[in-house]
């Protein structure tokens, strides 16, 4: 049953936020009433002071692009390195069984697991971070733009030989595009453990970033600023979610599951 | 009675296999088989499943090659796939992620979109030239599959069972409009199904293949379009149907 039948469209579309807001009262009532030590959980109206604050100092703005800027190169790496293997493999047999197997074999290191290893190559630097994101972002969109092009249609793939096309036609028509729905699911996998990989890196040794903004806060005990790191990270991601799931829309439109509605 | 008139003589093609053999393993499919198929005919080739006349249309479409034997256009070896044929498949083969008007003109230039527009126009479907495949029904599919097929002005159009999935309506519908086409373009066709009356609506000659030899091959001799009721009809497709039941299952 669809219950969107019988509510305006504008509670639908905001009925996502219901319960995130709900848990902010509750938190909100439970601080208020001391229920709540405030050294454990600060009130959400701290927490928005804190982010006013922080956002007139400039140190918001600093730390957040800090953040952006390692996601935003480790994605770009990662995702390219990924996509043109995943392509590769996907494409030449010989390639795939020459590297598959080292691939899978990376895939199975927890990535994370070499951060000591990372420090000692790298230092402390941007450099450090941004490998550990790359290696974070790599494998989704290696595994998804491979498996998107093993299950591109052969029967589609024949008819566009009998039809004259060149093998670059072929795969920028037929190929590639048979294997974006996969590889943005793979995008949007990445895009989760890129803030997961940044979140960790961040806390070891950093200047700048969100990730160091809530270690320092730490120090001093600062849990508004602890906590106002922690939903900046949930925001981002959100939003990095939501710029892939557009992305689908748009690129998609011939999908009947991708529809508009 | 004139069978058809031919408006473009020139452009179709004339169609030659010398003993031609397939094998798929041990299983031989098709055997030391010759065949000749003058310009602008339509043939249509039946028989069991398995009896291997699909494989008989993909060595003529050149998607494979015989083991024994050639295939040839116009007395010209064919050994891969060219301009000349078109083939037209079970399933419409339709690229969901191109609106119908780019399916049309698939593997043509930045120039073609009055061409494609005009062969859709043919099919009756130019008002669905912005659609996505996705929201056509199944015989709208293949009429864009046709029209796909037409937009190349092929000289061999090669139908492998392009009806076998629609319902009966649709199915008579698009004979009808296959057979105008055809009329009005005039290229050699070759048409595999397993649908015998759909055969003896549409075929100059019927060929009806058994354990990959030419078990039948009788000429219909009927004026266009055909009735169903037609004394004559009645009996070709009886006397074909009884040959092929009577032919050993494989």
Redesign the interface.
């Known amino acids: 049953m669809n219950i969107g039948k019988f509510l305006p469209n504008f509670v639908v579309r905001l009925s996502g936020w219901l319960l995130p807001v709900s848990l902010v009262i509750v938190w909100s009532v439970a601080v208020q009433n001391s229920w709540l030590s405030s050294q454990i959980l600060p009130a959400p109206i701290d927490i928005v002071r804190a982010a006013i604050n922080l956002t007139v100092s400039g140190e918001l703005a600093k730390n957040i692009a800090a953040s952006t800027v390692r996601a935003g190169w480790g994605l770009l790496i990662g995702s390219s390195i990924g996509f043109l293997l995943g392509l590769l493999n996907g494409l030449s047999r010989t390639a795939d069984r020459f590297l598959d197997t080292t691939v899978q074999m990376i895939r199975n290191v927890p990535h994370l697991a070499l951060i000591p290893l990372v420090i000692i190559w790298f230092g402390i630097g941007e450099t450090g971070k941004v490998f550990l994101v790359t290696l974070g972002v790599f494998f989704p969109i290696y595994a998804n733009t491979y498996h998107g092009i093993k299950t591109t249609d052969p029967?589609?793939i024949?008819?566009?030989?009998?039809?004259?096309?060149s093998p670059w036609?072929l795969f920028s028509?037929?190929i590639f595009?048979?294997a974006?729905p996969s590889i943005l699911v793979g995008l949007r996998y990445s895009l989760g453990l890129m803030w997961l990989t940044l979140i960790v890196a961040e806390t070891i040794a950093t200047t700048s970033g969100i990730g160091y903004m809530a270690m320092n806060a730490r120090e001093f005990m600062q849990t508004d600023i602890v906590v106002l790191a922690i939903l900046i990270y949930a925001l981002l991601g959100k939003l990095a979610d939501t710029s892939v799931h557009l992305l689908e829309l748009r690129i998609?439109?011939?999908?009947?599951g991708y529809k508009r509605r | 009675m004139e069978t058809k008139t031919n408006l473009k003589s020139p452009s179709n093609l004339a169609l030659k296999i010398e003993q031609v053999s397939k094998k798929f393993g041990n299983l031989t499919v098709l055997e030391n088989l010759n065949l000749e198929i003058q310009p602008g005919t339509f043939v249509a080739i039946v028989g069991r499943s398995g009896c291997g006349k699909s494989t008989l249309l993909r060595l003529i479409s050149g998607l494979d090659q015989p083991d024994t034997g050639g295939v040839f256009y116009d007395n010209q070896i064919h050994r891969q796939l060219n301009g000349h044929a078109r083939v037209m498949f079970q399933e419409a083969r339709l690229l969901p992620w191109q609106r119908v008007l780019d399916n049309v003109r698939l593997g043509l230039g930045k120039d073609s979109k009055d061409r494609a527009l005009e062969a859709l126009k043919h099919v009756g479907l130019e008002s669905k030239a912005n659609e996505w495949p996705s929201v056509l029904s199944g015989g709208q599919r293949q009429r864009v599959a046709l029209a796909r097929a037409l937009v190349h002005e092929p000289r061999l159009l090669l139908l492998d069972e392009p009806l076998g999935a629609l319902d009966a309506l649709t199915r008579i519908e698009m004979q009808r409009l296959i057979e105008k086409i055809w009329q009005e373009t005039g290229f050699t066709a070759i048409l595999v199904t397993h649908d015998i009356s759909e055969a003896v609506t549409l075929a100059d000659r019927v060929i009806l293949l058994d354990g990959g030899k030419i078990d039948l091959d009788v000429a219909v001799d009927l004026p266009r379009p055909r009735h169903r009721d037609h004394p004559k009809w009645i009996q070709l497709e009886e006397e074909i149907l009884n040959r092929v039941l009577n032919t050993p299952e494989i």
């Open positions: 029967q589609l024949e008819m566009g030989r009998v039809y004259g096309l036609q028509q037929i595009p048979g974006l998609l439109q011939w999908h009947p």
